[in-house]
Antibody, heavy 124, light 107 residues
C-alpha cells in the first residue's frame, strides 16, 4: 500500500523549534519531488516547501524562508521539515505530499499522494 | 504570486444535481491546474490534474476543463459522498497556490 505518514507535531512556544518527519512506504520515494503543505485551523491549504529528488533543489513560500528547512534521506524513504523561530501563525496541520517525477524549479505535477497530517500548535 | 479565485465560496445542492465550480488564475498558468476534494478531518484527495485529466480511481462524474486563466470542475450528478470542500491549485509557478475553497453542502 502506498503511504505517507507524518510525525513530530505538537505544542511549542513562540520562538521554539520542531522537526517534522514524513515516512514513505509502497512507493519509489527517490524518484519523486516531495512537498509540505499546511492548513491552519478552519482555513484553506498553503504550500510551504518542496524538494527535488536528490535534495539539491529546495524552494519555500516567502513566509517561512530563513526559518524552515526541508530535507530528505532517500536511504530511509523519509522527508523532514525543520521549523525554527516558530510563530503563532505557523499553527496548522502539516501534510507531506508527493509531487511529480519531472518537475522544474517552478512548475510540477499535482500532489497525488498525501499523508494524514500532523498538528503543530504554537502557543505560550 | 499567482492568485487563485474560486466561485462560489459555497453552494447548496441536492443529490443528482449537476454542480459547477469555477477557478480563475491571476495570470496564464497554461494547464497547470489541479482539483482536490477534502472532507472534514481528512487529507485532500486529488481529483483532476493538468486541468482535465481524471486521477486514477476517481469516479467519471467528475470532470475538469479550461486553460490559461479560467477553469471549471463539474460534478455531473452529485452523490452523497461528494459533499465536501473543493480546492483548485496552480502548479505552474512557485509559490504554488490554492484557491480559497468551495464548500458543497446538502440542500
Amino acid at each position: 500500500e502506498v503511504q505517507l505518514v507524518e510525525s513530530g507535531g505538537g505544542l511549542v512556544q513562540p520562538g521554539g523549534s520542531l522537526r517534522l518527519s514524513c515516512a514513505a512506504s509502497g512507493l519509489t520515494f527517490r524518484f519523486y519531488w516531495m512537498s509540505w503543505v499546511r492548513q491552519a485551523p478552519g482555513k484553506g491549504l498553503e504550500w510551504v516547501a518542496n524538494i527535488n529528488q536528490d535534495g539539491s533543489g529546495k524552494y519555500y513560500v516567502d513566509s517561512v524562508k530563513g526559518r524552515f528547512t526541508i530535507s530528505r534521506d532517500n536511504a530511509k524513504n523519509s522527508m523532514y521539515l525543520q521549523m525554527n523561530s516558530l510563530r503563532a501563525e505557523d499553527t496548522a496541520v502539516y501534510y507531506c505530499a508527493r509531487g511529480g517525477r519531472y518537475c522544474s524549479s517552478t512548475s510540477c505535477a499535482a500532489f497525488d499522494i498525501w499523508g494524514q497530517g500532523t498538528m503543530v500548535t504554537v502557543s505560550s | 504570486d499567482i492568485q487563485m479565485t474560486q466561485s462560489p465560496s459555497s453552494l447548496s445542492a441536492s443529490g443528482g444535481d449537476r454542480v459547477t465550480i469555477t477557478c480563475r488564475a491571476s495570470q496564464n498558468i497554461s494547464s497547470y491546474l489541479n482539483w482536490y476534494q477534502q472532507k472534514p478531518g481528512k487529507a485532500p484527495k486529488l481529483l483532476i490534474y493538468a486541468a482535465s485529466s481524471l486521477q486514477s480511481g476517481v469516479p467519471s462524474r467528475f470532470s475538469g476543463s479550461g486553460s490559461g486563466t479560467d477553469f471549471t470542475l463539474t460534478i455531473s450528478s452529485l452523490q452523497p459522498e461528494d459533499f465536501a470542500i473543493y480546492y483548485c491549485q496552480q502548479s505552474y509557478s512557485t509559490p504554488w497556490t490554492f484557491g480559497q475553497g468551495t464548500k458543497v453542502e446538502i440542500k
